[in-house]
Each structure stands twice: as structure tokens, then as C-alpha cells.
């Protein structure tokens, strides 16, 4: 007798999105330079989530490299809006804070969110092999207790990702990751002698 199969509902699913950026060799090199300026002028920083590496200030709008990389994205967000059912004609899709990290052999960031923020990002404009790995934390607590053991081959995990509590995700130069700004993240320490720098935002809703 043939088992009766269940119809799976998804129930309050948490997404992020990722893609690779068109033409982005140009610009990196661009951010690399005037990131690295920056850090010459103001060494030491802000201290945030970083554990070791270098937290750059709040950057200005008016820096053009920051106004190029932000109207970049415009249409991304104004598709991501649309594609998540919101109300884009009524209101737009602005980032309220950019800044950047650069990060050193056995630097990390720690789990934290941007409560400020319907929309984060990560674009990572330099990462080398074994640079850390992004990686996001199951927000639904009630179920942290409960994971359920998971059958394996090879070392690898064979469940489907609502089994588990946190999932990794291993960018390249040129990855967009966008993710909501309450959902808890951290990057696990590089173990590479070349920096990884990252471009951040928080993004909200706007009323036109």
C-alpha cells in the first residue's frame, strides 16, 4: 500500500536574495581604492559587530563612489519590491545608512541585526578563498530546542533547511546579498592573509 503523501505549506518563510552584479570588476577596484583611503584617514574606526577588522564611518551620499553603487541598485530594489508585493507606487525602496568593513586574517563579526531596516545588504567587493563565510540564524526561536537529527552522506547534511538552525552562505566578489534587517547574521573569522571588504546598507520604505 502506497503511503499518502502530505501537502508541505511554507508558513511565515523568511527569504533572502542573492545575485551576482553585471560589470562589477570596474567598480570594485574603484571601492577598493577609496575604502582603503578612508581607513588611512580615520584608522581606527567604528566598533559595531566587528571583532578585529576595520568598521568605517557612516559614508556620504555625496562620495560619488557611494552615489554610483547606490543608483546601481535602484532597479534591483524597485523589482524586489514589486516581486514581494509591496506598495512601490505609493512608496520607494531608500537606503538610510551605507558603510564597509574590511577584514583581516582571523577577523569576524558577531551575530547581531539591523532592527532599523525592512531590507540589509552585503555586496562583496573583494573576498578571497576562505575569507568567512556570511551566515544567518533561524529567528524562530520556539523551535531552536526541537531540531531533529538529520541522516548524513559524507559529512553532509541531507534535511531540508527548516531543520536546521543556521545556514551558510559562501559569496564571491561581486555577490548581492539582501535579507530582512531583523534577521540575525554574523561571518565566521577568514582564514586568508587578504583582506575581505564588504559594502553594507540598511534600506526602508519610503513615501513618495
Excluded at 536574495?17 to 574603484?30: A, W
Amino acid at each position: 500500500m502506497n503511503p499518502i503523501e502530505a501537502t508541505e505549506h511554507k508558513l511565515f518563510a523568511t527569504s533572502i536574495f542573492y545575485m551576482k552584479l553585471p560589470s562589477y570588476g570596474i567598480f570594485n577596484q574603484q571601492f577598493t581604492n577609496f575604502i582603503y583611503e578612508l581607513k588611512e584617514k580615520d584608522p581606527e574606526g567604528n566598533k559595531r559587530s566587528n571583532y578585529g577588522g576595520w568598521h568605517s564611518p557612516t559614508l556620504n551620499f555625496e562620495e560619488e563612489i557611494v552615489e554610483t553603487f547606490c543608483r546601481k541598485l535602484d532597479p534591483i530594489l524597485i523589482n524586489l519590491g514589486n516581486n514581494l508585493g509591496w506598495d512601490m507606487k505609493n512608496y520607494f525602496l531608500g537606503f538610510n545608512e551605507v558603510w564597509s568593513i574590511i577584514n583581516g586574517k582571523r577577523d569576524f563579526n558577531v551575530p547581531h541585526r539591523h532592527g532599523n531596516s525592512i531590507l540589509s545588504l552585503a555586496y562583496y567587493v573583494k573576498f578571497p578563498e576562505n575569507g568567512g563565510d556570511i551566515y544567518f540564524i533561524d529567528p524562530r526561536v520556539a523551535g531552536i530546542p526541537r531540531k531533529p537529527l538529520m541522516k548524513k552522506r559524507n559529512n553532509e547534511l541531507l534535511g531540508k533547511t527548516h531543520n536546521i538552525d543556521k545556514i551558510a552562505i559562501e559569496p564571491s566578489e561581486g555577490t548581492l546579498i539582501l535579507f530582512p534587517g531583523w534577521l540575525e547574521h554574523g561571518v565566521y573569522p577568514s582564514e586568508s592573509d587578504e583582506d575581505r571588504i564588504v559594502i553594507s546598507a540598511n534600506i526602508n520604505l519610503y513615501k513618495k
